[in-house]
């Protein structure tokens, strides 16, 4: 691999968008593919498989052994509230490997000490948003049970196709939170997306098991990526 | 640059520094992985001339190996692949005590 294209990957990592480098093995030789971009003869469907799993990959095409080696952004946790469970869930969060933001407009929650050493944005969402774009790698769980406060991000989310879209709330709440959201434009389609009640159902009682329920969903929405969970 | 525990640290991002300092670097990129390999394929390992090396492609069994042959992937500019596995003869030396088996391609940037 050549500076020049090792300088490339490296920027689009930076910059948080899928890229993939395709080596011939024989010859050395290297090419860059950014999702997206025509793949080379024989290998559509390998790299199309290898942008939406993550998974490098060594194929062989016109008898020539080529190594895909995926690269895709870091998953991120943007959670909508500093609230108890919130707490909790930012911790697992990061132990499972995600980058954590917190984002809560009321001071009285979002505090250092609630949150020490961790990503915290007193902030309205709307606020927060437009330093900080969401994107496909990006899940959203809003747990502050106020539409005022949830309810945009969320459709933000749905918006711009993040992996994971999660609300709290009971049913009667989500009911409601559906036909705002149906009012502001989202599709039936979009509503279907979001997991409410949030979290995977493990009987989560404490605000920590509910933050293990909401992690448990969540990778599983990295891990499948819109396919069944595989058995096992 | 994001770390987790399994993935820190990151070897392109130290690839690119190094190459910035004016050192010679190898890139070492696992590519099969058979059995309970500890490290997924992609994982990649990056090492200088001096044998100073980030990342890995095992667990830690097979790395003092890959910065070994390293050294003549730097001197040689010829890329390699190196096959490790519980069937080598040196398995108690630089084997997978995992019982799998990886192959890994080994080549200088430049």
């Known amino acids: ?232 | 640059m994001h770390t987790t525990i399994d993935e820190a640290p990151d070897a392109l991002t130290a690839a690119e520094v190094w190459l910035g300092e004016g050192r010679k670097v190898a890139l070492a990129t696992v590519i099969e992985t058979w059995g309970s390999a500890p490290r997924p394929v992609g994982s990649q390992l990056v090492i200088d001339s001096d044998g100073n090396f980030l990342g890995s492609v095992s667990g830690g069994c097979v790395e003092g190996a890959v910065i070994t042959e390293a050294q003549d992937v730097i001197a040689e500019n010829q890329p390699r692949i190196l096959e490790f596995g519980v069937a080598d003869e040196t398995a108690w030396r630089v084997g997978l005590s995992c019982g799998g088996r990886i192959r890994v391609y080994v080549e200088r940037l430049s």
């Open chain 1, 1 to 232: 691999m050549d500076t020049s294209i090792l300088k490339a990957v490296n920027a689009e990592r930076r910059a948080r968008r899928p890229v993939a480098v395709i080596t011939h093995l024989a010859e050395g030789r290297c090419q860059l593919i950014r999702e997206g971009d025509a793949a080379p003869t024989g290998l559509h469907e390998a790299v199309a498989s290898a942008f939406r799993t993550g998974k490098s990959v060594l194929v062989e095409a016109d008898g020539q052994s080529l190594f895909l080696n995926v690269h895709l952004p870091p998953p991120r946790l943007v959670v909508i509230g500093a609230v108890h469970i919130s707490q909790a869930l930012a911790l697992i969060a990061q132990i499972a490997g995600f980058d954590v933001e917190i984002v809560d407009p009321r001071t009285a929650f979002a505090t250092a000490d609630r949150f020490p050493n961790l990503s915290l944005h007193a902030e309205w969402p709307e606020q927060y948003l437009a330093d900080a774009p969401l994107d496909p790698f990006t899940a959203v769980a809003a747990v502050t049970h106020d539409p005022k406060i949830d309810d945009l991000p969320i459709k933000a989310a749905l918006d711009t196709g993040c992996f994971y879209v999660g609300a709290l709330g009971s049913r009667k709440t989500h009911a409601s939170r559906v036909k705002r959201l149906l009012e502001s434009g989202a599709s039936e389609e979009q509503i279907a997306r979001i997991s409410a009640p949030i979290g995977l159902d493990i009987g989560a009682s404490s605000p920590a098991e509910i933050a293990v329920a909401i992690i448990a969903d969540i990778v599983r929405a990295l891990r499948t990526r819109g396919l069944p969970a595989e058995p096992g």
